[in-house]
């Protein structure tokens, strides 16, 4: 391939001494190897995407400028089962085909490099075509299962090499074929067919390519090396399409490169444009390896289509051409929509509620648009804040309800107006009467019965059954006479209690009678009744008896009685025990010094040896309300 080279006339079929050949690449071709797996490999992938896959090889190499790309080729190889642009399927008849990022006719379009034109090898796993691809073309068995990738492979590069922007190089202008398409397929052997070419790292199959110097397909040639060549330069568009709405304005950059000899003056001219549209360039010229920026300005007259418009950069060493492909479409009006977080609202008199207000771009650009609110009723305020918005931002309504405003149902008006028109949107206000402060008042107990003289009480509790809580000023009417009730606290706020306390005398009438507790608020009174019933107070007696009433006994001896007590009226009280009348001689003594009436004791009487013979009646006697009995001894 080096008798090929850069920078001359189109028609050319052999090189000058002078001219700039393609390099012999002394250290090999292989730059490096890089297995992106940021993703999963895509299994229809499309022409651009792989374009894509190219600028990134190219950025991950580190080959960021034109001049480091202008003799490179990135190989983009697939995994197995995958279709590459369509590689193994019905509608394609190719094994692997070359390409740069620029080329609008790409599937998916052309892909953006910021790193010059990037040439790049659409390369599938050739073996799942086995030998429509090349595999055994040259070898036999195992050792031919990879003939077709470095057939294909060499094939692609060749061309590159030769035709790095297709087609902008080296090609055949009855056919339209590159150097290695006039050579593919031709058999093997020979110096013409296919065969092992020995390399440093082994011996791999190879095809010819096309040779202008002898004109035929050869496996090898000798190295051509030439001059620096003539002047040249290059030219790319980046992005190389866009679309503008009619009256607004494309932008591209306008970038060059030095492909041979020295850098030159380049400048900007560009044709194809439609009608109302001009193009400007900043700035109109460069030096080759520099950039300008391309401004494409449509007007409301220009028609809206898609027009490819040619840039042509000229040197003294001749031009080049780009083209960027510009879509004019018809402008969009600007509109909004409003939209209410909520379409009805209920509030009670006296409070206040919140709906938000939003707004959003339905067509066109953003615009301030001016938000009102009508309908409110009367003692009713309806604000919003902000009242100015741009599109595709809220505002917040707020509604507060005025005591005097009138139960029922109304219709809010909210409007925005922008430049483009207004919008409106609908709030269903319910107004709600405020509850009327009200309020319970209970008893625990609500009876109970005493004695002349006892006391009782009870637990008074207040709650708020309706609106808002309230002072409840607390009194109690019935009482007889020699009763009292107080409160331990005369008022209460509505849900908090107190305690009703209630006195009688011994004076006081027994009977039953109802108290009226109330409770009274400023808006309005409530009552609970307690039934007190006050008994009249019975005295407590008891009567005492002894069994036996007498007894014998000799000097020095002893004899017992029991003394029962047994309560008679009242209640049961504590009776003493003590004796009188004994002789000297006699002791008279008890089992308990007291008991409560309705029990007994054992009483017993005690001689001694020296007491006088006789009979004696000694008295039991028992103090709670003194009783007395009887005992008569014999000794």
């Known amino acids: 391939m080096t008798q090929y080279c850069d920078g001359v006339a189109n028609g050319t079929t052999s090189c000058s001494s002078s001219a700039a050949h393609v390099g012999y690449p002394t250290g090999g071709a292989l730059a ?32 960021t400028t034109a001049t480091q790309n202008r003799s490179a080729q990135y190989v983009i190889v697939s995994p197995t089962g995958t279709h590459p642009d369509g ?29 010059g034109d990037i040439a790049f090898t659409n390369l599938p796993y050739l073996p799942d075509m086995g030998a429509s691809c090349g595999a055994n073309y040259v070898n036999a068995g195992t050792a031919g299962a990879l003939d077709g990738v470095t057939i294909v492979e060499g094939h692609e590069y060749a061309e590159t090499i030769t035709d790095q922007n297709p087609s902008g190089g080296w090609y055949d202008n009855s056919s339209g074929g590159e150097n290695g398409d006039l050579c593919a397929w031709k058999g093997t052997g020979g110096t013409g067919g296919a065969q092992n ?272 809580s309230q002072s409840v000023a607390l009194s109690v009417s019935g009482a007889p006479a020699g009763v009292t009730a107080t409160f331990g606290s005369t008022s209460v706020t509505s849900g908090r209690s107190t305690t009703l306390s209630i006195k009688t005398t011994a004076t006081t009438a027994p009977g039953t009678y109802p108290l009226t507790v109330t409770g009274t608020t400023t808006s309005g009174t409530h009552t609970t009744t307690y039934t007190l019933t006050v008994t009249a107070v019975v005295p407590s007696t008891f009567s005492i008896s002894l069994s036996p009433t007498s007894g014998t006994v000799a000097p020095g001896g002893s004899t017992t009685s029991t003394l029962t007590t047994t309560t008679t009226s009242g209640n049961a009280q504590t009776v003493s025990f003590s004796s009188s009348g004994a002789p000297s001689g006699v002791t008279v003594s008890f089992s308990s010094s007291s008991v409560t009436s309705g029990g007994s004791v054992t009483v017993t009487f005690s001689t001694g040896r020296r007491v006088q013979v006789g009979t004696y009646t000694i008295s039991a006697k028992a103090t709670s309300g003194t009783q007395t009995t009887t005992y008569t001894l014999t000794t």
Not at 41 to 58: D, K, M, N, P
Not at 224 to 242: K, L
């Open 197 to 468: 070419v020995t390399m440093a790292t082994g011996s791999f199959p190879m095809q010819a390519t096309w040779s202008n110097s002898n004109a035929a397909c050869e496996i090898s040639g000798p190295i051509v090396t030439g001059g620096t060549g003539a002047n040249d330069f290059s030219i790319g568009a980046s992005p190389t399409s866009g679309s503008v709405a009619q009256g607004s304005t494309a932008t591209a950059t306008i970038s060059t490169s030095t492909t041979s000899g020295s850098s030159q003056s380049v400048a900007f001219t560009a044709s194809g444009l439609p009608t109302g549209a001009t193009a400007s360039f900043s700035p109109t010229s460069v030096t080759s390896g520099s950039s300008s920026t391309l401004s494409i300005a449509t007007t409301a007259s220009t028609p809206t289509g898609t027009y490819p418009v040619t840039v042509t950069g000229t040197a003294t060493s001749g031009t080049h051409t780009v083209t960027y492909t510009l879509t004019v479409t018809a402008p969009v009006a600007n509109d909004f929509s409003i939209t209410p977080s909520a379409t009805s609202t209920s509030i009670t008199t006296g409070k206040s509620g919140t709906i938000t207000i939003a707004t959003k771009t339905t067509s066109g650009v953003t615009q301030a648009v001016a938000l009102t609110v009508t309908g409110a009723p009367a003692g009713t305020t309806a604000t919003l804040s902000p009242t100015s918005v741009n599109s595709g931002s809220n505002s917040t309504l707020t509604i507060a309800i005025g005591a005097s405003t009138a139960a029922g149902t109304y219709t809010l008006t909210v409007t925005g107006t922008a430049t483009s028109g207004s919008h409106t949107a609908t709030i269903t206000l319910t107004v709600t009467a405020a509850p009327k402060n009200d309020f319970s008042i209970t008893l625990s107990p609500t009876s109970a019965s005493v004695g002349q003289g006892s006391s009782a009480s009870s637990t008074v509790s207040t709650a708020t059954t309706s609106g808002t």
């Open 87 to 115: 590689f193994n399927t019905a509608s394609a008849n190719w094994c692997a085909w070359h390409d740069f990022n620029g080329d609008s006719t790409l599937s998916g379009g052309a892909a953006a490099s910021s790193y």
């Open 32 to 63: 490096g190897v890089w297995y992106d797996n940021s993703v999963a490999s895509i299994s229809q992938t499309t022409g651009h995407t792989l374009a894509a896959e190219a600028v990134a090889a190219a950025g991950h190499f580190g080959n």
